[in-house]
T-cell receptor, first 111, second 116 residues
C-alpha cells in the first residue's frame, strides 16, 4: 500500500533560520512526488514535481530533493510569508492518477 | 493565480438539503478530481474524471454524486449529508501525460462545507 509520512508535524523558525521538512514514502513504482503549499482556507498551491532519485528543484528560498525513500524540502533563510502548511504527495504505478498525500508540515516563521 | 475556480466558497446546509458544488478549470486540461480535506487528516481522493468519463470512485458514499458535463466543468451534488461530511472540498485538474510520468494536479480554492 502506498504511504506518505511527513515530519515534523509542526515547525517554528525564526526569520532567517534555515531548516528542512521531511517526506518519507513507500510506493510501488514511483511515477512522481509532489510538493504543495497550502495557506489557511485555501487550496494547495503547486510547488515542485520530482520524478527520479537524485533530482533537485529550486524556487526562491525553497529547494526540493528526492531519494528512493524520501524527499526533503529545504527552506533557506525563511521569511514570515513562508508560513504555511507544506504537503507532500506521491503517485505509484499501481494507483495511476491518485495522489496519496501526507498529513503535512505546518511551518511558522516568526519575524 | 489559480486557473481552477470553485463556487460557492462557503456553504452551510442541513442534513435534509440538496446542494451542488461547482468547479471550472480554465487550463485546457482533460482530467478533473474531487478531494475531501478534513481537519487533522490527509487529503482524500473522492472521484476522478478523464475526458468526461468517471475513472475512479474511491468508495465514496452515494450521498455524494459527481457530474462532469464536459472537460472544463465538474459538479458534486450533495444530498442527505451527515455532520461528519463537514470539510473543505477541493477540485483539481490535470492534463494526462503519455508514458510513465504522472502529471501535476492543480487545485482550486475549495468549498468550505458545514453540515448542521
Amino acid at each position: 500500500e502506498d504511504q506518505v509520512t511527513q515530519s515534523p508535524e509542526a515547525l517554528r523558525l525564526q526569520e532567517g533560520e534555515s531548516s528542512s521538512l521531511n517526506c518519507s514514502y513507500t510506493v510501488s513504482g514511483l511515477r512522481g512526488l509532489f510538493w504543495y503549499r497550502q495557506d489557511p482556507g485555501k487550496g494547495p498551491e503547486f510547488l515542485f514535481t520530482l520524478y527520479s532519485a537524485g533530482e533537485e528543484k529550486e524556487k526562491e528560498r525553497l529547494k526540493a530533493t528526492l531519494t528512493k525513500k524520501e524527499s526533503f524540502l529545504h527552506i533557506t533563510a525563511p521569511k514570515p510569508e513562508d508560513s504555511a502548511t507544506y504537503l507532500c504527495a506521491v503517485v505509484g504505478s499501481s494507483n495511476t492518477g491518485k495522489l496519496i498525500f501526507g498529513q503535512g508540515t505546518t511551518l511558522q516563521v516568526k519575524p | 493565480e489559480t486557473g481552477v475556480t470553485q463556487t460557492p466558497r462557503h456553504l452551510v446546509m442541513g442534513m435534509t438539503n440538496k446542494k451542488s458544488l461547482k468547479c471550472e478549470q480554465h487550463l485546457g486540461h482533460n482530467a478533473m478530481y474531487w478531494y475531501k480535506q478534513s481537519a487533522k487528516k490527509p487529503l482524500e481522493l473522492m472521484f476522478v474524471y478523464n475526458f468526461k468519463e468517471q475513472t475512479e470512485n474511491n468508495s465514496v458514499p452515494s450521498r455524494f454524486s459527481p457530474e462532469c458535463p464536459n472537460s472544463s466543468h465538474l459538479f458534486l451534488h450533495l444530498h442527505t449529508l451527515q455532520p461528519e461530511d463537514s470539510a473543505l472540498y477541493l477540485c483539481a485538474s490535470s492534463q494526462p501525460l503519455r508514458g510513465v510520468s504522472q502529471e501535476t494536479q492543480y487545485f482550486g480554492p475549495g468549498t468550505r462545507l458545514l453540515v448542521l
